[in-house]
């Protein structure tokens, strides 16, 4: 079926540290790819999506690719601070089928001043 | 009020109790879920509303009934749970139940069964 696997965390991070989060995924079709953060006592909020290969989401200093032929979404940051500290869910959405997204297993992430 | 909020913030109920969880959305969106966010485990997708009618239930036990009143309110009624439905409950939104569509959350409600 349908499945987003994400690195596995918790991950550590010294402030201004380079950041990558792995993401993969299967899918019987050509999904939307989302990642998604949920701050200590929050709801989940969007990070930035992209719905079609080769698109690159960004936002707040976070870029992710859409790269079909590794089916992958990896999550990127040049130099994380402190208050990106929260947990990221890497999720797809099918263009076909139950309009349901399908999360990872989510990343938490710590960054140390 | 903006985006999308849930009520209560925190819930504590016993097996035999009856309580409801309310969400609201003010973005004027036509699809409403509810998911459920256990420890350790992926989110998992409840129901899906669109203009007020379901369009999925993800074989969730009927001890959870939810009622989508109209476009901007989605409740799930709670009857006779069990510990392990003990978990953080969030409610999205999105314009319609399209696969670009991004879904807005609310904080959640977490419920504490004992």
């Known amino acids: 079926g349908d499945s987003v696997t994400q690195m596995e965390g918790p991950v550590t991070l010294s402030e201004e540290a380079f950041l990558t989060i792995n993401c993969t995924y299967t899918?019987?079709?050509?999904?939307?790819l989302f990642w998604y953060v949920q701050y200590p006592g929050e709801g989940l909020q969007l990070l930035l999506k992209?719905?079609?290969?080769?698109d690159k989401g960004s936002n707040k200093g976070f870029e992710a690719t859409y790269r079909k032929e590794t089916t992958s979404f990896h999550l990127e940051k040049g130099s994380v601070q402190v208050s990106d500290s929260a947990v990221y869910f890497c999720?797809?959405?099918?263009?076909?089928?139950?309009?349901?997204?399908?999360f990872g297993q989510g990343t938490r992430l710590t960054i140390n001043p | 009020e903006t985006g999308v909020t849930q009520t209560p913030r925190h819930l504590v109920m016993g097996m035999t109790n009856k309580k409801s969880l309310k969400c609201e959305q003010h973005?004027?969106?036509?699809?409403m879920y509810w998911y459920k966010q256990s420890a350790k485990k992926p989110l998992e997708l409840m129901f899906v509303?669109?203009?007020?009618?379901?369009?999925e239930n993800n074989s969730v036990p009927s001890r959870f009934s939810p009622e989508c009143p109209n476009s901007s309110h989605l409740f799930l009624h709670l009857h006779t749970l069990q510990p392990e439905d003990s978990a953080l409950y969030l409610c999205?939104?999105?314009?319609?139940?399209?696969?670009?569509?991004?879904?807005?959350f609310g904080p959640g409600t977490r419920l504490t069964v004992l």
């Open positions: 999205a939104s999105s314009p319609t139940d399209t696969f670009t569509d991004t879904q807005y």
């Open positions: 899918a019987t079709g050509y999904p939307s």
């Open positions: 992209a719905t079609k290969a080769d």
């Open positions: 999720a797809l959405r099918l263009i076909q089928g139950a309009q349901k997204l399908v």
């Open positions: 973005l004027g969106h036509n699809a």
């Open positions: 509303y669109n203009f007020k009618e379901q369009t």
